[in-house]
């Protein structure tokens, strides 16, 4: 599987990322810098984790406005896969690339911690490496995590399968809408979670529970 | 705009400055006139208690700070330790107290962002962070305004960053009401052959100004911090700075990447007394003169005067002595991360100071006396009292289950979730071990099987009661606890947290608690390589406990076979190893005493250092052979808190016995130093279990078998059984249910 990497200033879970893809993959992704305009030829852009732009303004507003993201819209548009975790979430929301909001944290506090997650949809390339209302370990460190989206908009997703995390046992951090923790858009090739797949994927951190994820999407490419 | 420089200088603005006469007297001396009044805001800021160490610097220079693995000791921006493999570990402990009263949010934050920068300006990638946060009593009507605020502070910074937060203390104590303490320990990774300093080198070479825009903020920062407080401390905000973590997070991208470039000659963070500081240091440890032209420094404010240039103590800001050939690449990177890069001025062979403003010569100042030739004070000092032992009958009852669910929903044992959740705990992806054990863990990226332990450790209540062994109680159990985990303890950083130096008795716990930590330090073979001293902690004339705060690093060789507290499994049997023949016996000094009993009186559990060592090896040993299935040292709250953690930490609960004619009080809350339980995979029986006993027996060591793991309560003795369940909720209701408001 080729990938790339996309990295805005203030991003700190690029190296996460860079890592899981790596030992998952065997092949290091390419790296974006986010004033280039053109992205290699790869089967995953994934937008990793951090504060891009310290979260000023809002998280994720202004990295969305970036250069790049045309190219990732030009990608996504052409069926690329492109997930986006945790402030990549928020940006490709920002973005429009992704239907919702990610709100402050309910308790108004950041929250590091180990959540439940369901998978809601394992009928895409992201998931098909879970089984569908399987419950996975998922750590989460957020500050901006509680997902929202209008009636209308909430309807339209749940109805298309869009949903394709929520939290489990209880567990939601954030107070988001439905407990939905990670959403696909319409095409199902772009993803975003808030939760941290690629910090649980080996004997070190405890667990792999996210190591599918990677692995789902490896197969697919392969 | 006018800026009058050459002002008369009236003792009432020298005493504003933080400085006594005679000290005012000696500038004039030194320099052969009256200062401008931008020289006296640097010498102001050069030589005040925070930068200067001028009443501790007699006795920090007792302490041990070499070892085979020392590769830089105190001195630099922060301490270098070889862990082998060509690589260091690079990390220091700094206060930021005094501004975390004052604005606690960006208090904290600027106390993380300001360690963080000394480490990556030595060239190493910040990899763990600890922070030791001591508050007032948590019924002080500021107590949970300021926890709230420290706590964010402190995540809001280090969660952006990107560095995991590994460990720390928590604790509260009224004598902390008006002065709490913000220590914030920081530990990067580097090359040993890539290791930056802050010594310049060569003459007429770019000084280069780096990172953030200079404005107001902190300006007077130190002096505020080498002074105590008082009523009017809400008029001391102005000298808070306020904290970038996204410019902090580009800073250390840009300065790692440049440093690759082979460009930088000497680097040195801004911290306090930015400018000043910085531009001194690296002139005068390199016998080089520095000339700056303020003009040339990226201001975000209008109408800065050059003495609030000097004085500013704005953040994520660097200076640098820059091979001029590599300028254009140099430039290139800060103009990448959208960061200043500002040629402010150049080294000279003149060892002067001097700094230009609109064409005007507004100080001129000779390099090696502001820094060297700082005043340095013997202070009198007297000897702390020795307080008188408890007497053998004075035992005060209760119910040992009461006794335990009370102290560990209580405020100093209570699971310090609610803070270490705000937290990012994991980034990086190394966290082996999270807060909540022994010591935090991290591992060693790119190498398969090394990692780092973090602790940080000091029981202040000892200390107050024996300095000396309350200095020795801090090193040893910060090696205890890196110990636990399987790490071989490396070297420490010391945060020495005091009141007012010019009372003799303030002065007299802060020779004594060094004199303690030097003693440990030497016989646990754990030197100190780097560190800090915050003096006048003080409200109102009232000090602080005595809080030499012991920040240590282990090496863990092989990380599979690393020890965690946690129950691993049903009927297993502990070992309390280390024990005295009654398992424990000191009660003074107790939280047990303390919080249970309102008592405060007698010494602290001494610490025997030849003990400590050879049950720590011991204990060490013991995990590296895979012998043994979890490991907790005691400390606070005795064997019962010891057990409860494990059980808490798995939620397998254990059976403990009573020993006949004993009381259980002692047993089970004395805080009797230099112990641990241990837990084997072993049938009591079978030989190999009478053979690990052998093994402690033969060197000496006392490692009774105190009774086995197993069901879902922890019984101690004869107490009632206490469902871990019900001793979870205790745990993890009090932190919680206190920021809440809906306990007192």
């Avoid at chain 1, 939601?172 to 772009?190: H, L, R, T, Y």
């Avoid at chain 2, 494990?646 to 002692?666: C, F, H, T, Y």
């Amino acid at each position: 599987m080729k990938s790339a990497v996309v990295v805005f200033p203030g991003l700190n879970r690029d190296r996460d990322m860079i890592a899981a893809l790596t030992k998952i993959s065997g092949t290091p992704p390419a790296v974006v810098w986010h004033q280039e305009t053109e992205i290699p030829d790869v089967d995953l852009i994934v937008i990793p984790g951090g504060f891009s732009y310290g979260d000023y303004l809002r998280a994720g507003a202004i990295a969305a406005r970036s250069p790049i993201m045309d190219a990732i819209r030009d990608k996504a548009a052409k069926g690329v896969k492109v997930l986006g975790v945790c402030n990549g979430f928020q940006i490709l929301t920002e973005a429009g690339l992704l239907p919702g909001v990610l709100m402050r944290n309910a308790s108004l506090k950041f929250v590091c911690r180990e959540v439940k997650l369901t998978v809601a949809n394992n009928g895409t390339p992201f998931t098909r490496g879970y089984n569908d209302g399987q419950v996975i370990r998922c750590p989460v460190a957020h500050h901006d995590g509680n997902y929202f989206a209008d009636a209308e908009t909430l309807a339209r997703i749940e109805g298309n399968g869009q949903v394709a995390f929520r939290y489990a046992e209880g567990t939601n951090p954030n107070g988001s809408i439905n407990d939905i923790a990670g959403v696909f858009n319409e095409q199902k090739n772009v993803l975003g979670l808030m939760p941290h797949p690629e910090n649980l994927i080996e004997a070190a951190h405890g667990g792999s529970d996210g190591r599918a994820l990677f692995s789902g999407l490896l197969e697919q490419a392969a | 705009m006018t800026f009058e420089n050459n002002i008369a200088i009236t003792p009432q603005l020298v005493a504003d400055h933080g400085l006594k006469p005679e000290e005012y007297d000696k500038i004039v001396a030194l320099i052969g006139r009256e200062p401008t009044y931008t020289e006296l805001g640097i010498f102001s800021a050069m030589w005040n208690e925070h930068c200067s160490y001028k009443s501790s610097k007699k006795w920090l220079r007792t302490l041990p700070t070499s070892g085979s693995h020392v590769i830089q000791g105190p001195g630099e921006n922060a301490g270098v330790v070889d862990i082998g493999d060509g690589q260091a570990v690079v990390f220091k402990m700094e206060s930021h107290n005094h501004p975390s009263y004052i604005e606690p949010y960006q208090g904290a934050a600027t106390g993380v962002g300001g360690i963080l920068r000394d480490v990556f300006t030595m060239g190493a990638r910040p990899i763990a962070a600890m922070n030791a946060l001591r508050f007032g009593a948590p019924e002080h009507e500021k107590t949970k305004h300021l926890v709230s605020g420290v706590v964010a502070g402190v995540g809001g910074y280090g969660n952006s960053f990107g560095v995991p937060t590994v460990g720390g203390e928590v604790e509260f104590d009224e004598r902390y009401n008006g002065n709490i303490l913000v220590n914030a320990f920081a530990a990067g990774l580097a090359d040993t052959d890539k290791i930056f300093y802050s010594r310049a080198e060569g003459v007429g070479l770019p000084v280069v100004y780096l990172g953030a825009k200079t404005g107001r903020d902190g300006v007077g920062g130190a002096t505020m911090a080498s002074a105590e407080f008082g009523d009017d401390i809400e008029e001391k905000r102005p000298t808070v700075q306020v904290g970038d973590p996204f410019t902090e997070k580009r800073l250390l991208e840009a300065c790692l990447e440049l440093m690759a470039t082979g460009a930088v000659i000497a680097i040195q963070d801004m911290g306090a007394a930015g400018l000043t500081c910085s531009a001194v240091e690296m002139g005068a440890k390199g016998d080089l003169g520095v000339e700056l032209d303020l003009d040339k420094v990226p201001v975000r404010e209008e109408a800065m005067t050059p003495y609030e240039m000097m004085l500013s103590e704005s953040q994520e800001r660097m200076l640098m002595v820059l091979h001029p050939e590599k300028e254009t690449e140099a430039r290139a990177i800060f103009e990448k991360w959208a960061l200043d890069f500002a040629t402010v001025g150049h080294t000279t062979d003149d060892l002067r100071f001097c700094v230009r403003w609109h064409g005007e010569e507004v100080a001129n100042l000779p390099i090696k006396e502001l820094g060297d030739e700082a005043p340095e004070y013997d202070r009198p000092w007297v000897e702390p009292a020795r307080p008188v032992p408890l007497a053998v009958d004075d035992i005060p009852q209760m119910d040992v289950a009461d006794a335990l669910l009370e102290l560990i929903g209580g405020h100093q044992l209570s699971s310090r979730r609610w803070v270490y959740e705000q937290y990012d705990t994991l980034i990086q992806g190394n966290s082996l071990q999270r807060p909540g054990g022994d010591a935090g863990v991290v591992r060693v990226e790119g190498h398969t099987n090394k990692a780092l332990a973090f602790s940080s450790d000091v029981t202040p209540r000892y200390c107050e009661a024996d300095p000396f062994e309350g200095g020795k109680q801090a090193v040893a159990e910060c090696w205890r606890n890196l110990t636990a985990t399987g790490a071989d303890p490396l070297a420490a950083t010391d945060n020495l947290n005091f009141g007012n130096p010019e009372r003799p008795e303030i002065m007299g716990q802060l020779v004594h608690a060094i004199k303690g930590i030097g003693e440990a330090c030497s016989v646990l073979e754990f030197p100190i390589v780097s560190g800090n001293v915050s003096l006048y902690n003080e409200t109102n004339g009232r000090g602080i406990l005595p809080t030499p705060t012991i920040g240590g690093v282990g090496l863990v060789p092989d990380w599979s076979r690393m020890a965690t507290i946690g129950f691993a499994a049903e009927n297993q049997p502990i070992l309390l190893v280390g024990a005295p023949p009654s398992w424990g016996t000191h009660l003074a000094q107790s939280i047990y005493m303390r919080d249970l009993f309102g008592r405060k009186d007698g010494p602290p559990p001494p610490v025997d250092l030849a003990h400590e060592k050879k049950v720590g090896d011991f204990v060490r040993k013991l995990i590296r052979d895979g012998r043994v299935t979890a490991v907790h040292d005691l400390s606070d709250g005795g064997l019962a808190a010891g057990l409860a953690e494990m059980a808490l930490a798995s939620g397998i609960g254990a059976r403990v016995n009573q020993l006949e004619d004993r009381d259980p009080i002692p047993v089970f809350f004395g805080e009797d130093q230099g112990r641990y339980l241990v837990t084997v995979p072993l049938d009591p029986q079978g030989e190999a279990f009478h053979e690990l006993l052998n093994d402690a027996a033969e060197i000496g060591i006392f490692a009774p078998w105190i009774g086995s793991t197993g069901g879902t309560e922890l019984v101690l003795g004869n107490a009632r059984p206490i469902p871990v369940a019900e001793l979870r909720e205790a745990h993890e209701g009090w932190f919680p249910q206190f920021m809440a408001g809906t306990i007192d």
